[in-house]
């Protein structure tokens, strides 16, 4: 096995060859700070031009399960970006998953700003909010194997993402009783609401744009549809070979 001298530069070469990346007991993230530091030095590695941002880490379940205090991001790249309605080889993934997602599409750049954004800057911004589908991917053998701070080091996860197209602007953001659902081949998977959430999604949204200014399993083939109340579907197909 190759020795790496850190551990961004075993996650670039996993990135690169398709390889699983392995963590020596040396290498792993001590702390929110170490762990975004991995995260940027493999963005900057790989040059990726972002698509999507993910938002982690934003239910308690997730984080109680993550050993994480707070939310946590990663880049999905503009070429992990998905049409919805596609259909993609289940051999195309790392590992074939999928998840609802409340998701929202800017229609105006956010640059870095001396004290940050307010909640109502950020939300002006707001062009759609929709439903989306990501389907998380590690370099790792598994997700979240080595923990939270090891997945954040890993750009969260963060994988593929498929958008719908929902609404305009953010005045539904905060639907308290909106429901969103995972099905797969017609069969509800997941579903839940607004309040499982830590905050209100404006204000994960918010804390997300301030701190990235200052500083991303199925058995077989399947039909994966996210469908939020109010907002539509997202709909991706996992096909069988390659």
Not at 128 to 152: C, N
Request: charge should be negative; include cysteine; proline fraction near 5%.
């Amino acid at each position: 096995m190759k020795h790496f001298e850190n551990l961004s530069d075993a996650l670039v070469s996993a990135a690169r060859t398709g390889a699983i990346c392995s963590l020596p007991t040396d290498q792993q993230p001590a702390d929110y700070e170490s762990a975004e530091g991995v995260q940027d030095s493999y963005l900057r590695a790989l040059g990726l031009k972002g698509g999507h941002w993910k938002l982690g880490a934003s239910n308690q379940g997730s984080r109680d399960g993550l050993g994480l205090a707070r939310p946590f991001s990663g880049l999905i790249p503009s070429t992990n970006m998905i049409s919805s309605g596609d259909t993609r080889p289940m051999t195309d993934f790392r590992q074939p998953g999928a998840e609802c997602e409340l998701a929202v599409v800017l229609g105006a750049d956010l640059p870095l700003k001396p004290g940050g954004y307010t909640r109502a800057e950020v939300l002006d911004a707001v062009a759609r909010t929709i439903a989306a589908i990501e389907v998380p991917e590690t370099r790792f053998s598994a997700l979240a194997i080595h923990g939270g701070l090891a997945l954040v080091a890993d750009n969260g996860a963060a994988g593929y993402a498929v958008a719908g197209e929902g609404v305009e602007g953010a005045d539904s953001l905060d639907d308290l009783d909106r429901m969103g659902r995972l099905i797969v081949d017609g069969v509800v998977k997941e579903e839940g609401d607004v309040r499982q959430l830590v905050a209100l999604p404006s204000e994960l949204l918010t804390d997300h744009v301030n701190r990235m200014a200052a500083r991303v399993g199925l058995d077989g083939p399947a039909r994966i549809v996210a469908s939020v109340d109010g907002l539509g579907e997202a709909e991706l197909h996992f096909a069988a070979g390659s």
